[in-house]
């Protein structure tokens, strides 16, 4: 053990520092913390003192730099732009659409009539979900504020914000000159709003009743949304892009007037501003930089794959030289003979070298039997911050077998199912109830005789609804159906349950449409296939069918 008087010197000659021991907590150390994370005397976690932000002050100042970036990569980055667009599809789908649902017990405790039961709530459900089609995907895509998609493609676009931006805005119009004949069934139309358009007006701080855009109550509740009348970037709307109109929340009835969603990761937050890419995106740069190295690198090798090295360098030996006429007769021959020197074999040249000549090749000694390695373990990395399994990232199923793939599917799915719900109650909803409270208003819907209550104290009984969007899928097509027919056998699962899961769609119409297959399948005096062998005759159907 080193004595305690003795110093070290450095090469200066000056004492070096002494390094302050920590203190052990057997010797009873005061500073001593029980948790290793908060440890602050070791070399590991000495440096590591991140600051305590609130969770709009960590954010809001820094969404555009992080948007920014996230935005860059999905543009430029195939691993970046697959993952969004697994994302939506396996969240949102092609047919993202609510399926209604009235909370019919309710309704019938708190008006006393038992004709509100599941039977009326079938085909009051029915009526609601023909009507709102009819607005979801009208041809003239009037359901859209600027007639370019439908329902289900603003659905889409909405979650591919979320997903890159951290934010979703909607505002719902009402627009009754769009009716008429041939044109809008309904005056409800929706437009989507570009994120970066919410924000303080003139770029004010953020202070007591403004975070991001979102103006607030004492509460903390969002009570207006700042939207710029133009996007920053437009240079030709430089004006509108300065001046910023306060957009309600709702309706003093409460219609919902602007739909703003994103993921709430901490409380009191007022804004998303950072997608699922945030936490991977410096890795997933590293990986695009090591990516295009070597990519050059192989560019390179296999362009410049070999060279022929002289003995003589035209400057060097004129100068050592006092004889000037030889070396330049030595390298008009060398130019001469391998411009006339084509000799070949069948089609093949063969290289024939001057005296003195040689043939190097080029090797790259680079470190690239690394790169896969590192590929995988980033892109791992990147496939758990957005939810999704390896295999879906990369698209690389060639190491997994059918157990491993159904679980890795599963757990996905999980993540899948929770944004589904998470996204179709905070953004979908309210658009679905400003649609069927139009409905309600406007059309013929079934109700108990003599008792029709009143859309906006029974809004969420009679708007309720379930969101659908894309099933799971199959894995082994014979394995998985033969689970779900045990599951609904033994009353723990039923259609309506298994249809959603798997296939992503509504039971009625499987069911229907199995009917008038039956139907169609007696009519031309077909043998009926095993699922529908069992199955009665419709008479009503069958009454129907031209003879």
Not at 206 to 229: L, Q, S
Request: glycine residues 8%.
């Amino acid at each position: 053990m080193m004595n305690e008087g003795v110093q070290i010197l450095g090469p200066n000659g000056v004492p070096l520092p002494t390094r302050q021991s920590r203190p052990s907590m057997l010797a009873g150390g005061w500073d001593v913390t029980p948790y290793d994370a908060a440890d602050i005397y070791s070399d590991k976690m000495s440096g590591w003192r991140p600051f305590l932000w609130s969770p709009d002050s960590e954010l809001n100042i820094y969404r555009d730099r992080i948007v920014s970036r996230v935005r860059d990569l999905v543009r430029n980055d195939g691993w970046a732009s697959g993952a969004v667009t697994r994302l939506v599809d396996n969240v949102v789908g092609a047919n993202f659409r609510p399926i209604s649902k009235p909370n019919f017990r309710l309704l019938a405790l708190r008006t006393g009539n038992k004709k509100f039961d599941h039977v009326w709530a079938d085909e009051y459900g029915r009526a609601v979900d023909a009507y709102f089609a009819e607005w979801a995907d009208d041809p003239g895509f009037y359901c859209d504020v600027h007639r370019k998609q439908t329902f289900g493609q603003m659905m889409r676009l909405g979650f591919r914000h979320n997903v890159i931006d951290g934010d979703a805005i909607a505002v719902s119009h009402w627009l009754p000159e769009r009716q008429g004949q041939g044109r809008a069934r309904f005056a409800t139309a929706i437009q989507l709003i570009d994120p970066d358009r919410l924000s303080n007006p003139q770029q004010q701080f953020d202070n007591k009743v403004m975070r991001g855009g979102v103006e607030i109550d004492e509460f903390g509740a969002p009570t207006g949304y700042w939207i710029r009348r133009a996007h920053l970037g437009d240079w030709f709307n430089a004006e509108k892009a300065w001046k910023w109109d306060k957009l309600a929340r709702e309706t003093a009835w409460g219609r919902a007037v602007t739909i703003h969603y994103y993921d709430h990761d901490r409380a009191n937050q007022h804004r998303g501003g950072a997608g699922v890419f945030t936490p991977v995106v410096q890795r997933l740069r590293m990986l695009i930089k090591y990516d295009s190295s070597e990519l050059d690198a192989a560019i390179l090798n296999a362009v410049f794959g070999a060279y022929i090295e002289s003995p003589f360098d035209p400057q060097m030996v004129e100068m050592a030289m006092s004889d000037g006429e030889h070396l330049p007769r030595y390298q008009q021959e060398r130019s001469d003979f391998h411009t006339e020197r084509k000799t070949a074999l069948g089609e093949m040249r063969m290289p024939i070298l001057f005296p003195g000549e040689k043939i190097n090749a080029v090797t790259a000694a680079r470190p690239s039997g690394n790169f896969e390695a590192f590929e995988a373990a980033v892109l791992r990395n990147f496939a758990s911050a957005t939810g999704m399994s390896e295999q879906q990232v990369s698209q690389n199923w060639s190491n997994v077998n059918y157990s491993s793939a159904r679980g890795a599917m599963l757990e996905a799915h999980k993540t899948f199912d929770r944004r589904r719900f998470d996204y179709g109650v905070g953004f979908g909803q309210p658009i679905y109830t400003n649609v069927v409270e139009e409905i309600y208003d406007t059309a013929n819907l079934p109700m108990p005789s003599g008792n029709r209550p009143d859309f906006i104290e029974y809004r969420g009984a009679l708007s309720r609804a379930r969101w659908v969007g894309p099933g799971r899928g199959w894995i082994d097509p014979v394995k998985e159906p033969q689970g779900s027919v045990l599951k609904m056998d033994a009353g723990l699962s039923n259609l309506d349950e298994e249809t959603d899961s798997i296939e992503g769609g509504d039971w009625r119409e499987k069911v229907e449409q199995r009917a008038l297959e039956v139907a169609r399948f007696r009519e031309l005096n077909l043998p009926l296939p095993n699922w529908a062998a069992g199955a009665p005759a419709n008479e009503a159907i069958k009454e129907e069918q031209p003879q």
